[in-house]
């Protein structure tokens, strides 16, 4: 069970595609002591991956402290960063602390066009610095990449990259138009695309040591399937399921893309919230709407579900519209 928790709304960078829409501090983010709480529910409730994301979660002054205190508690804590900030020294401060792995943010392989999506000068260069300071360390780390209509072409030099630079993983974040990616929609990838990647990434896995993952894309497992190729991965969408996500605030959504308050941990202990979430629960039935709910693969893909919810307003049930193998019938 996997658990992210956006630890500030504070962002040295602007990105396009920001779904927290981060940037500046927000007011009334949980405190250190808030935040212990919380971890401490966390772990009472059954979860071992804790995910520290952001914003920029290295720009928090005590996240070296609450790294500590999450692997005390006996969770994982990894990253979502975009790497800039990974100092020598922050980096060895978060290993010694118990850090488990950073997954560090690479758009693309031309330095200028990563640069230009993030909005900042000089990015490109610093995350790859921020990836050879966690080398140096002995942290492990992984490359995350969004995926667009103009990126799309140069997924696998990625890979071949995050290998050569010595990165356990390369996992795929296919866009979801949530907070400012609204304003880009038009750049995320439709039916035929979506499909060709995911499938040439599943044929990128049988040639490359690393593991590659795609996430908010979980028809990858059934072409995963149905090529052949075994994966470690036993359901493509975790949205409420074994996933959630909790804001700078400590307000709880089923994922980072599904934008619908479930509860908050300063009102209700964060186990409470996870158990008795009507919103949760009806996820959890798998009971959902069109192709989803009669596709075959319905139980280890599930569609993604913050994608039905933008394109059938607000319904979460609904079919995933980015598809192509609704309505088929085969082995499941």
């Excluded at 995910?51 to 402290?65: A, H, K, Q």
């Excluded at 991965?233 to 400590?250: D, M, N, Q, W």
Aim: charged share 25%.
């Amino acid at each position: 069970m996997i658990v992210s928790w956006n630890t500030t709304n504070a962002c040295n960078m602007y990105c396009s595609h920001c779904y927290r829409d981060a940037g500046c501090k927000a007011e009334e983010e949980l405190s250190t002591a808030e935040a212990k709480t919380l971890l401490e529910q966390i772990a009472h409730a059954g979860f071992k991956i804790m995910i520290f994301s952001g914003g920029e979660p290295l720009l928090r002054p005590d996240i070296v402290e609450l790294t500590a205190y999450a692997k005390q508690l006996g969770l994982r804590p990894v990253f979502g960063t975009n790497g800039t900030l990974l100092t020598l020294e922050l980096a060895q401060s978060l290993k010694e602390a118990g850090a488990m792995g950073m997954g560090i943010s690479l758009d693309s392989m031309d330095k200028q066009k990563h640069d230009k999506f993030r909005s900042y000068e000089g990015g490109w260069e610093q995350a790859v610095q921020g990836m050879r300071n966690c080398r140096k360390v002995g942290l492990p780390f992984q490359i995350h990449t969004t995926v667009i209509e103009w990126n799309q072409s140069e997924l696998e030099g990625i890979t071949d990259f995050a290998v050569q630079e010595g990165a356990v993983a390369h996992h795929f974040f296919f866009l979801v138009p949530t907070g400012r990616a609204e304003s880009i929609e038009e750049e995320s990838l439709r039916a035929e695309a979506y499909e060709e990647v995911l499938t040439r990434i599943m044929k990128k896995q049988q040639t490359v040591g690393i593991e590659l993952k795609p996430t908010c894309a979980p028809q990858f497992i059934r072409i995963a399937r149905q090529l052949g190729i075994e994966t470690r991965f036993g359901r493509g969408c975790l949205a409420g399921t074994a996933y959630c996500i909790i804001s700078p605030k400590g307000k709880v959504q089923p994922c980072a893309y599904l934008n619908i308050e479930i509860g908050d941990v300063r009102k209700n202990s964060f186990n409470e919230i996870w158990v008795g979430s009507p919103v949760l629960q009806e996820l959890r039935t798998l009971d959902y709407k069109g192709g989803c709910g009669t596709c075959p693969y319905k139980k280890v893909c599930g569609g993604c579900r913050a994608r039905a919810a933008y394109y059938h307003k607000g319904d979460y049930m609904a079919e995933e519209p980015w598809c192509l193998y609704h309505g088929r019938k085969g082995e499941g």
